[in-house]
C-alpha cells in the first residue's frame, strides 16, 4: 500500500516510523512518504492560509498549494482522506475498506479547515472521504491521520504476527473485548477469573462471550441495541 500524508506539520509524523508501522515501512508492505504542504508554495513568506470569505474566526487553507501537492501526489488509484469535524465518524468498516485500498493520499487540514473547493476539484478525479474521529474538537488532522493508520496498517496481511488477533477482534463482531489478564495468577489480593486458568476452551470463550455481552450492555448500549438478538447467548457468567 502507497500512502502519501501532507501537512506544514510534517515532524507530527515521526511515531510512524516505529513500531509495527515502521516496520511494515522497512520490509515494503507500507510505502508511506510525508510532505510538507510548504514545498508548494510560492511567495516568500510560504503562505497556507488566509482570512475567511463570509467572516468568522480564525483562518482557512488556501486552494493553491493544496491543489498543487494533490497534483505532485495524485496517481490513477488515489483515494483522498480529509480528517474534519465535519466528516463522516470513522469506523472500523472503513478501516477495513481503506485496507483494501492500492493509494491512500491523506490530506491535513488546520486552522478552520481546507478550501472546499480543493475537496470539491479534487472529487473530480478521485474518491473523496471526509471523516472524523469522533465528536470533540482537534487542532488539525495530523492526529486523526496517525490514528486511522494504526487502524488501518494493522490490517494490512503480514504486519500482524499473530492473525488470529485480527479474527478475535470484538470491534468486527460489534462487540467490546472482554477483560484480559496475564501473570501472576493472584496480584494485590485479586485472582485472575477461575474460569481463564481451567484449561475449559469451551467455558472460557462462553466466559469472554458473557463478559463481552455485558460491557457492550453497560458501556456502548448503541452497539449492544444493534446486535442480531438471534446472536445473544443466554447470560452465562458462572461459565
Ligand atoms: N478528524 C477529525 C477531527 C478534527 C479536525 C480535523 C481536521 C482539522 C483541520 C482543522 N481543524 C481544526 C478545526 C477546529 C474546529 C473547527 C470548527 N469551527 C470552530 C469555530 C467556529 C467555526 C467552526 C474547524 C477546524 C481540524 C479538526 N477535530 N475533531 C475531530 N474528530
Same mark, same amino acid.
Given at each position: 500500500m502507497r500512502v502519501d500524508i501532507v501537512s *506544514? $506539520?510534517? #515532524?507530527? $509524523? /515521526? @511515531? &510512524? #516510523?516505529?513500531s509495527l508501522i515502521g516496520k511494515a515501512r522497512g520490509t515494503g508492505l507500507l510505502d508511506l512518504s510525508v510532505h510538507d504542504?510548504?514545498?508548494?508554495?510560492?511567495d516568500v513568506h510560504r503562505t497556507v492560509d488566509d482570512t475567511p470569505y463570509g467572516g468568522g474566526p480564525g483562518m482557512v487553507m488556501r486552494p493553491e498549494p493544496w491543489a498543487a501537492a494533490l497534483d505532485a501526489v495524485a496517481s490513477p488509484a488515489a483515494q483522498l482522506i480529509v480528517p474534519s469535524p465535519a466528516g463522516r465518524p470513522f469506523t472500523q468498516a472503513d478501516a477495513h475498506e481503506l485496507a483494501e485500498l492500492p493509494h491512500l493520499i491523506f490530506a491535513c487540514g488546520r486552522y478552520? =479547515? *481546507? #478550501?472546499?473547493r480543493v475537496l470539491d476539484e479534487a472529487a473530480a478525479r478521485m474518491p473523496v472521504r471526509e471523516v472524523s474521529l469522533g465528536d470533540y474538537v482537534l487542532f488539525g488532522g495530523e492526529v486523526a491521520v496517525i490514528v486511522i493508520m494504526e487502524a488501518v496498517t494493522r490490517l &494490512? @496481511? =503480514?504486519?500482524?504476527?499473530? /492473525?488470529d488477533s485480527l479474527t478475535e477482534e470484538s470491534h468486527a463482531a460489534g462487540l467490546l473485548e472482554a477483560p484480559v489478564y496475564t501473570k501472576p495468577a493472584s496480584w494485590r489480593d485479586r485472582a485472575v477469573p477461575e474460569v481463564l486458568r481451567s484449561g475449559d476452551h469451551g467455558r472460557i470463550a462462553r466466559w469472554r462471550r458473557t463478559e463481552s455481552l455485558l460491557r457492550t450492555a453497560a458501556r456502548r448500549p448503541d452497539m449492544f441495541a444493534a446486535y442480531p438478538p438471534e446472536s445473544l447467548d443466554k447470560f452465562d457468567r458462572a461459565a
Open positions: *506544514i $506539520f510534517p #515532524d507530527y $509524523f /515521526a @511515531p &510512524l #516510523d516505529l504542504l510548504r514545498t508548494w508554495t510560492s478552520e =479547515g *481546507i #478550501d472546499q &494490512l @496481511p =503480514g504486519v500482524l504476527g499473530n /492473525a
